[in-house]
């Protein structure tokens, strides 16, 4: 059938026609004015877009980020009772996982079975059986019920952000893939997407304040690791700020940032390593910013963590703040708290959160807050408590930093609360947002992430392009100087080879990588060779003396096992490739590999055609090759 | 235009120097490996965080190392990028805090525009690892395969031995060059596995064709003929896809810069090693065989 010049014309005819189908989407979206975009109604627009060529986000500028929940984490909260030995059982079991790149789930029952730990203790509620083996089964239900929610709840966050289809996938059993094609600000992607959304209302145990400090502080004396700064530079020169400045803050614009030159005195910090750092500052006690990384770590120190009281922790205000310390400089501080571990309320009993700008008349006039209203539990738990605690200080506490904390002036009836103390409106929303969309089932960690900058997307198409281009004029010129009429063939094939690669990328719906282009680059440079190898085995034959037909026969015969072979072997790294890279390998070995199996029709078949054309009804005397 | 029209060269007559030539290369990556302490590995398998930053002029490094220095970036690594004004700062992982770029704006105070981040954790880095070297090894065994099946054994010993030989060399480069490895140069490495396999295959094709129309001839004479016949091929393939991967390495862009390189050093190895160590190596285990029947 294939000796028939008619069929392989037609078919021919016909791939072409299918690649011109498949490509013209493509054309259209790229070729396409803003303005006749816009007027396009939304399911034409998604429609062409499915169909054209996907950008990968390293040339349209994006984020790709994964995402692992913290299943340890989770298994941890789902134990009804928290013994010590169960704790560090999961503990070890993560680490082991960690070092030994296992799963965790298996670690934990080979550690409880090894320590004789019986999980149904735990875990009543979970299992009916109750040896630890279903036990086990049931946590990876929870864990998978925990990563589907999480996905649903990342899908709603980033829906209300406003991303042109954004791609979120559950990746493996615990992870999930975020793809936020064009994006602007990676940072507040990145906080929206990680925030578990813990919202709490606390009590500040001021009461407790000194004596922790003082603790602390004899800790640090008494530890080996630690020394006093050195007396050598103990100036007292130097501006301590004054507490609490009660000057009007419009006058901080003009003023200077001289939180950089205010240093604690070194005699100070020789008796107080720790509380020598906070000063009374507006609103409570604080750190200035270029001392804050430093009290930061202290408060980290195991040692330290280990004499504060078990019914609290420190916690940070969730932003710096500026005050003026005289008429023309000012200080940037972080303000410090001791909040109570037993939250009043928490956010379960929360509902209705909306992000407004304050109405006028209250002390917070003109700034973005969030209103919000709770359950009836939260509600009555809510006037209790602030009935009892009048005069006291309630920290608003989301993410582990604390957003406000206001005195109750008395008791809060019917749950209506606001919260104020965001740094903009993107902030305030964002809360909102994720408050409405619920909090994690587990914390989720940013394990990789790739982001491109949409400008440095664009470089890149546009480099790609004229490498691209570079490449294919200098191949297409070698050809014809090398093989003249035949390297013309040749060139022709070429050309059909690329236009095919590309149908069939559209045609997958597949997306264009960076790492992509190069194998299209790349593809130019090794398509040819089936060429070169059937002109060069043609030029042998002819050498022996055969006729241009029976050399151009044995050409092609012989030739084909060769690139058979040769281009199977190139396709197994391809494939092996696809298979296990991800993202951009992939879409580099997905064209390779395209460019390849395109190769044998373009480069076998459609010249075989054209010299059979040529030699259909005249013998050819010559040969241009 | 024939540029090798009926060559005539031992090939195989000069396998020994070629054999010389290629221990040297090999003891030198591996000696240069060794001294570093292997490869030197980027973020995607050591975990880590590295960002792209554009300015508006020049930048200064030495004062720009000082000023994220004194705001918590001590260990990080700063080099231009590409341009003058581009830098690329390599630090610690950093995803699970979320507050680099405000970070970096607040320890480098001038303006600049974020172009890449990227930020691999140390886990995911060790996966990436034997992901990498499990596609290696696996493309390795499933060609072995392959080849054996389509030829036989000894070929397969010939072919792997050369693409052991490729990889080896073109690592080597990359240490000897303190060029880092990550993910897309070992992608490059496969492509060069299937570059320098295709070239060796056609060799090897045309050797079995010629033992069965030359079955007088030696061994020695087949290869040798075989490898003069191919020549032309090997050539002009060589040097259209040198061509296109020069012209991605030179107009590509940064980032794509290394990616093309390894592709570069590959095509010349690759070239070489179908010409001077797959057929030796192939005899080699022939001509041993044969001896103890």
Same mark, same amino acid.
């Given at each position: ?29 790229? !070729? ?21 060529? %996907? ?44 070092? #030994?790149? !296992? ?7 080979? #550690? ?19 040896? %630890?083996?279903?036990?086990?089964? @049931? ?10 929610? @999480? ?80 007396? @050598?530079?103990?100036?007292?020169? =130097?501006?301590? *700020? !004054? ?21 604690? *005195? ?55 703040? =500026?005050? *003026? ?16 571990? /037993? ?7 929360? =509902? ?36 009892? /605690? ?14 406000? @904390? ?18 903009? $409106? ?10 409405? $969309? ?58 059909? /080879? ?23 680059? #790349? ?22 003396? =055969? ?75 010559? #040969?241009?090759? | ?5 009926? &060559? ?5 007559? +000069? ?205 020695? &004479? ?48 690759? &070239? ?15 001509? +041993?065989?044969?001896?103890? +029947?």
């Amino acid at each position: 059938m294939f000796r028939d010049l008619k069929v392989r014309g037609f078919l021919i005819f016909l791939v072409v026609l299918a690649a011109g189908y498949k490509i013209y989407p493509t054309y259209q979206y790229y !070729t396409m004015s803003d303005e006749s975009k816009a007027k396009m109604s939304n399911g034409d627009m998604k429609k062409l877009r499915s169909d054209a060529i %996907n950008l990968g986000l390293d040339l349209q500028g994006g984020m790709y980020v994964l995402l692992e929940a913290e299943i340890p984490t989770l298994v941890r909260k789902l134990a009804s009772k928290k013994p010590d030995e169960l704790m560090k059982t999961i503990t070890d079991a993560e680490q082991r996982a960690t070092n #030994l790149q !296992t799963d965790f789930f298996d670690e934990f029952e080979t #550690l409880a079975n090894k320590r004789e730990l019986r999980l149904i203790r735990y875990y009543t509620n979970l299992s009916t059986s109750r040896d %630890n083996g279903s036990v086990i089964s @049931a946590l990876k239900l929870q864990r998978d019920d925990a990563v589907s929610s @999480a996905l649903e709840i990342i899908r709603n966050r980033v829906d209300e952000f406003g991303v042109a289809e954004p791609n979120i996938q559950k990746y493996g059993k615990n992870r999930i893939i975020v793809e936020l094609a064009g994006i602007d600000d990676a940072d507040r992607a990145r906080k929206l997407i990680q925030r578990t959304a813990s919202l709490e209302f606390t009590l500040v145990m001021n009461e407790k304040l000194q004596s922790t400090l003082e603790k602390i502080d004899a800790t640090l004396l008494a530890a080996d690791d630690f020394k006093t700064p050195v007396d @050598a530079e103990d100036d007292e020169d =130097k501006d301590e *700020p !004054t507490d609490a400045v009660d000057d009007i803050f419009s006058e901080l614009d003009n003023a200077t940032d001289v939180s950089d030159i205010i240093s604690t *005195p070194v005699h100070i910090l020789k008796e107080s390593p720790f509380s020598g750092y906070l000063r009374g500052l507006p609103g409570g006690v604080g750190v200035v910013s270029n001392e804050y990384n430093k009290v930061k770590s202290l408060l980290e120190r195991e040692d330290v963590q280990s004499v504060i009281p078990r019914d609290g922790r420190f916690l940070w205000a969730s932003k710096f703040e =500026k005050t *003026p310390i005289d008429e023309s400089n000012f200080v940037e501080y972080r303000l410090l708290y001791f909040v109570r571990n /037993n939250p009043e309320i928490s956010g379960g009993m929360v =509902k209705n959160p909306q992000a407004t700008i304050a109405s006028a008349g209250t002390d917070v006039s003109g700034q973005w807050v969030v209103n919000l209203e709770m359950t009836p539990e939260g509600a009555r738990k809510w006037s209790r408590f602030t009935g009892a /605690n009048i005069d006291k200080q309630v920290a608003i506490v989301l993410d582990e930093k604390i957003f406000m @904390a206001p005195f109750i002036r008395g008791k809060i009836p019917g749950g209506r609360t606001q919260i104020s103390g965001f740094a903009d $409106a993107n902030e305030a929303k964002d809360i909102s947002n994720v408050l409405r $969309a619920g909090e994690l089932p587990a914390p989720v960690y940013i394990i990789e992430e790739r982001t491109v900058g949409p400008s440095l997307g664009s470089d890149s198409i546009t480099s790609g392009r004229q490498a691209m281009l570079v490449g294919f004029i200098i191949v297409l010129i070698f050809m014809v100087l090398y093989y003249q009429g035949s390297g013309l063939i040749a060139n022709i094939a070429l050309i059909l /080879n690329l236009v095919i690669v590309i149908a069939i990328l559209a045609g997958m719906n597949a997306t264009l990588t960076l790492p992509g282009i190069a194998g299209l680059i #790349l593809t130019i440079g090794m398509a040819v060779d089936a060429n070169v190898i059937i002109f060069e085995r043609i030029r042998e034959e002819l050498d022996l003396g =055969k006729t241009v037909k029976a050399a151009i026969d044995a050409g092609y015969q012989r030739a084909f096992i060769t690139i058979l072979d040769a281009n199977i072997t190139t396709l197994i790294a391809a494939f092996v490739l696809a298979w296990i890279g991800s993202g951009p390998i992939k879409g580099f070995a997905i064209t390779l590999s395209a460019g390849i199996i395109c190769s044998m029709f373009t480069a076998v078949f459609v010249t075989r055609t054209v010299f059979m054309m040529m030699t259909a009804n005249k013998p050819l005397e010559k #040969l241009s090759i | 235009m024939r540029l090798f029209n009926k &060559t005539n060269i031992d090939f195989v007559g +000069k396998s020994n120097i070629a054999k010389f030539l290629s221990m040297a290369l090999i003891i030198a990556g591996l000696a240069s490996l060794a001294l570093k302490g292997g490869p030197e590995l980027s973020i995607d398998f050591t975990g880590g965080t590295i960002a792209q930053l554009q300015f508006d002029s020049a930048v200064d490094i030495g004062e720009l190392r000082a000023k994220l220095a004194e705001n918590g970036f001590e260990s990080s690594e700063i080099i231009t990028f590409g341009s003058p004004n581009e830098v690329l700062i390599k630090t610690q992982f950093s995803g699970a805090n979320s507050e680099l770029e405000s970070n970096l704006r607040t320890a480098i105070k001038s303006e600049f525009q974020v172009r890449r981040v990227e930020s691999v954790g140390p886990k995911i880095g060790k996966e990436l690892q034997s992901d990498a070297l499990s596609a290696i090894l696996l493309s390795l065994l499933l060609i072995l395969i392959y080849i054996s099946f389509r030829f036989d054994r000894f070929y397969a010993y010939g072919a792997v031995v050369a693409l052991i030989h490729d990889v080896l060399i073109t690592m080597g480069v990359f240490s000897l060059l303190s060029i880092e490895i990550d993910l897309t140069i070992v992608a490059a490495f496969l492509t060069i596995v299937g570059y320098s396999l295709n070239d060796t295959i056609v060799v090897f094709d045309r050797i079995r064709e010629n033992v069965i129309k030359h079955a007088r001839e030696s061994l020695d &004479t087949i290869v040798n003929i075989s490898l003069n016949s191919t020549l032309g091929r090997t050539i002009v393939t060589s040097l259209t896809t040198f061509v296109v991967v020069l012209s991605l390495f030179l107009f590509g862009g940064e980032v794509i810069k290394n990616f093309a390189f390894a592709l570069i050093v590959g095509i010349f190895v690759g &070239t070489y090693s179908s010409i001077y160590v797959a057929s030796p190596v192939m005899m080699y285990f022939e001509k +041993k065989v044969a001896a103890k +029947k």
